[in-house]
């Protein structure tokens, strides 16, 4: 696979280009020690993912506030532990809080000299808009779970992402996916027969963190360890 034969990236943005498990961490962190709670940030992101699958899941339609609020009374609820409604506030608006990884401006200010830059981001568009300028750099377009409908890995949004490459006028086959999550963007990609690039931002850490495992089968295209290395292997061809 060459990727300078492709003319679009479509990219996940959280887990990506934006820590979200830092983001999210933060807020767990500091809930659980107000509640005695002794678990560390992995095991909380561990515990936490499968409450954001299920909530996203079972209310595809929900703005993403709403699907954190769902989450974390959730996880309340499994570690028996309260939520309070001001704690579901602290995770619900803590997105434009969350850091943006060193690399993701350069990397993407290189990239978009070559392709055109895709998000495709299980948030809403109110979300999105703080972290964008958080990364500085201009798309060419932008798609959220609230602009599908749906949250990935449902397949309506790889739907949505290539009928949108070609409204933009990417050649079928010259469109790249670009993502952390091997659960919410590599296996419902290559299912819509996409290729995909792997940055594994958890290469030096075990388990999946905030993401639910994969499936057993799934195999990105490429892997690197950061946007960094992505950009220049591009760069390099």
Same mark, same amino acid.
């Given at each position: ?33 107000? !509640?005695? /709670?002794?678990?560390?940030?992995? *095991? =909380?992101? %561990?515990?936490? #993912?499968?409450?954001? +699958? &299920? @909530?996203? $899941? ?11 609020? !769902?989450? /974390?009374?959730?996880?309340?609820? *499994? =570690?028996? %532990?309260?939520? #309070?409604?001001?704690? +579901? &506030? @602290?995770? $619900? ?145």
């Amino acid at each position: 696979m060459r990727f300078t034969d492709f003319q679009a990236l479509s990219f996940d943005c959280y887990g990506t280009l934006i820590n979200w498990e830092a983001g999210i961490a933060a807020v767990l962190s500091s809930w659980a020690k107000r !509640r005695g /709670l002794t678990l560390d940030d992995e *095991q =909380l992101l %561990t515990a936490y #993912s499968t409450h954001e +699958a &299920t @909530a996203e $899941a079972e209310h595809p339609t929900d703005p993403y506030p709403a699907i954190l609020t !769902r989450s /974390l009374r959730a996880l309340g609820d *499994q =570690l028996g %532990t309260e939520v #309070s409604d001001a704690d +579901a &506030t @602290a995770l $619900a608006t803590s997105v434009p809080d969350w850091p943006a990884f060193a690399d993701s401006h350069d990397a993407l200010e290189a990239l978009g000299k070559r392709f055109k830059l895709i998000i495709l981001s299980n948030v809403d568009r109110a979300s999105f808009a703080a972290s964008k300028a958080r990364l500085g750099v201009e798309f060419t377009s932008i798609l959220t779970a609230q602009d599908i409908g749906s949250y990935k890995p449902s397949p309506r949004n790889f739907t949505a992402l290539i009928q949108e490459a070609r409204r933009l006028g990417v050649g079928d086959g010259k469109l790249l996916h670009v993502a952390q999550s091997l659960f919410h963007d590599h296996a419902p990609a290559k299912l819509a027969g996409l290729p995909t690039v792997w940055i594994n931002r958890r290469h030096d850490l075990p388990g999946w963190g905030a993401t639910p495992a994969p499936p057993a089968d799934v195999s990105p295209d490429a892997e690197f360890r950061s946007m960094a290395e992505f950009a220049a292997a591009v760069q390099a061809e």
